[in-house]
């Protein structure tokens, strides 16, 4: 929000939305440092971790956390920068641990994957894209980048983007190194590329990735279901029109995603991808909308931010169409990063 052309007077809003209540507040006064970098946010149930990105003179990522939905928080930091995408951080939901955490950063030296030591102020590094990339376990993919970070069961994991055709680049750890984890492809959509954009899951659960198939001159999108028994289910190939790009995914529930997207024409697509379907397309969300939001009862919201004012548009079900439901208007102190 705030004035978008003007990035030192750009702010991300943390929003929040109470169980069981109607509108959305953002009222999150555990966001002290400036947000111009961005947020990236790792939910885990009824706790969230959040990540500040640096910017201007911000060196490093400060984070909040809280373990009960928001009643407490605390506080730690990366003493490097959060990597802008989407899953560049997840939580387990745990207070401390080991590995109650993982991160994507960047150091002068690339890109790194690092962990939680009891604290979310003391990180150990797991490893970087260029050790990963000479690793034993690479052998399939030959790994270019690094995009996610997530929880494939119990097991730290990060992805990114294979060179050889038709590997998923999505890898665990656990003591004894890392491990290609990723689904088969089947023969029919063997890629010349692939990579992992999305990765949401919890620790001994199911996870849900969202990848990037690129081939033939077009890229499909495709989603990826692991249960807890370690099995993937694949959902059939969502073609992206020429210029189409991804905006955002949100997690909704069953490890269902909604996708958003933005055709090079303008306008928006929204689709909708869950395990044992096929893609669904959902209503366009009104103009200007930025990212769209599961509600805690299982309705969807669009978030639309131009200025101080945040505009929440609803999907009504019968018939499926979008409709306003709050104005929201945002103190922003313009100036403040400065």
Request: aromatic share 6%.
């Amino acid at each position: 929000m705030g004035r978008l052309d003007q990035p030192i007077n750009t702010f991300w809003q943390l929003l929040h939305l109470p169980r069981g209540g109607g509108r959305w507040s953002n009222q999150v006064e555990a966001t002290a440092t400036a947000t111009n970098g961005g947020l990236v946010l790792a939910p885990a149930g009824s706790s969230l971790l959040v990540g500040i990105r640096p910017s201007t003179r911000l060196r490093f990522t400060p984070l909040i956390a809280t373990t009960d939905a928001g009643r407490h928080w605390a506080n730690g930091l990366i003493d490097s920068g959060l990597q802008a995408d989407p899953t560049a951080l997840a939580f387990t939901g745990a207070a401390t641990g080991a590995t109650h955490a993982v991160a994507l950063v960047n150091r002068p030296g690339g890109q790194e994957v690092v962990a939680a030591r009891k604290t979310l102020s003391t990180w150990r590094r797991l490893t970087t894209v260029e050790a990963l990339a000479a690793s034993p376990a690479d052998r399939a993919c030959e790994l270019s980048r690094l995009a996610t970070v997530g929880y494939l069961g119990s097991r730290p994991a990060t992805g990114g983007s294979c060179r050889r055709a038709g590997t998923v680049g999505l890898f665990d750890w656990d003591r004894s190194g890392w491990r290609l984890a990723g689904p088969t492809l089947p023969a029919a959509l063997r890629p010349d590329r692939t990579a992992v954009l999305w990765l949401h899951g919890s620790t001994g659960g199911g996870s849900t990735a969202l990848l990037a198939l690129v081939g033939g001159g077009h890229t499909d999108l495709l989603a990826a279901w692991r249960d807890a028994t370690g099995g993937w289910t694949l959902s059939s190939p969502l073609t992206l029109a020429p210029g189409e790009q991804l905006t955002s995914v949100a997690p909704g529930p069953a490890g269902s995603a909604e996708v958003l997207l933005a055709p090079a024409g303008g306008g928006l697509r929204l689709e909708r991808a869950a395990r044992g379907a096929d893609w669904t397309t959902q209503p366009s969300p009104p103009a200007g909308t930025q990212t769209v939001a599961v509600t805690p009862s299982g309705g969807l919201d669009a978030l639309s931010g131009a200025g101080r004012q945040l505009t929440v548009s609803a999907l009504l079900p019968h018939p499926p169409r979008w409709a306003r439901r709050q104005v929201l208007h945002v103190a922003i102190q313009y100036g403040s990063s400065s």
